[in-house]
């Protein structure tokens, strides 16, 4: 595969100060082992009302910290793990989606992680973290029917040249680019701050690669950190 790295703005280091995340690359090949993704999720569900990792308090406490430094307000629109985490604990697991958006989704609760899957394929250009202008368009659903709208002045979005690829950082994904095992060349983004150790997000990232070569066999998959360190120093 060629070179590829997800952009993120300058703007980013002030917000959240610290962040790092974990890229990853896959051409799939076909599904093999589609029950895999499930067990995982059934697993990190009962990790997770075991009281999953220890950091887990710590790590979404600290993104609540950061959605409110954008003006976002958590209680209402939590970071994607929150999220997960919360219906987990009401009520009492997960359902079945699809394979890999299940496997990621495990990875998720299991390290109280943010974990993004896209189709790359939809992508127009690269994906890239900003500061949005409330001028871009995401596409979602409302009522069951497509709709447009748009992100507020100053809110952190995920985009590509098209438009809104994820409001509010990690909290809402769009429908253009969403994901699902079969598509051919997926990428996933693993989204820490520092109360997560750093030993942990690559392990989070290993098990997730590990768990898409065993779901197919013979896919190729590249990782690369990325720290607001190396983005200052290229800009």
């Given at each position: 595969m060629s070179e590829f790295l997800p952009s993120i703005s300058p703007e980013i280091a002030s917000i959240a100060p610290g962040f790092r995340a974990l890229s990853i690359r896959v051409a799939a090949t076909k599904l093999t082992v589609p029950d895999f993704g499930t067990q995982q999720l059934q697993a990190a569900c009962g990790f997770v009302q075991t009281g999953g990792p220890t950091w887990a308090d710590a790590h979404l406490q600290a993104w609540a910290e950061v959605f409110r430094t954008f003006g976002a307000k958590p209680q209402r629109t939590p970071c994607s793990a929150e999220a997960l985490r919360k219906r987990v604990l009401k009520d009492g697991g997960l359902p079945a989606i699809d394979p890999v958006v299940d496997l990621y989704n495990a990875i998720s609760l299991r390290y109280a992680?943010?974990?993004?899957?896209?189709?790359?394929?939809?992508?127009?250009?690269?994906?890239?973290?900003?500061?949005?202008?409330?001028?871009?368009?995401?596409?979602?659903?409302?009522?069951?029917?497509?709709?447009?709208?748009?992100?507020?002045?100053?809110?952190?979005?995920?985009?590509?040249?098209?438009?809104?690829?994820?409001?509010?950082?990690?909290?809402?994904?769009?429908?253009?680019?969403?994901?699902?095992?079969?598509?051919?060349?997926?990428?996933?983004?693993?989204?820490?701050?520092?109360?997560?150790?750093?030993?942990?997000?690559?392990?989070?990232?290993?098990?997730?690669?590990?768990?898409?070569?065993?779901?197919?066999?013979?896919?190729?998959?590249?990782?690369?950190?990325?720290?607001?360190?190396?983005?200052?120093?290229?800009?």
């Open positions: 992680i943010p974990v993004g899957g896209e189709n790359l394929s939809a992508y127009i250009g690269s994906p890239r973290l900003v500061i949005a202008d409330g001028s871009e368009l995401f596409d979602t659903m409302k009522a069951g029917e497509p709709a447009t709208e748009s992100p507020e002045v100053g809110e952190v979005i995920w985009r590509d040249d098209a438009g809104v690829t994820c409001r509010r950082w990690n909290w809402r994904q769009g429908v253009r680019t969403r994901l699902s095992a079969t598509d051919q060349h997926m990428w996933f983004i693993l989204e820490s701050l520092p109360q997560m150790p750093l030993e942990a997000l690559h392990q989070a990232g290993e098990e997730l690669m590990q768990g898409i070569a065993h779901m197919m066999p013979g896919s190729v998959i590249d990782s690369h950190l990325i720290t607001l360190s190396c983005i200052s120093a290229e800009n």
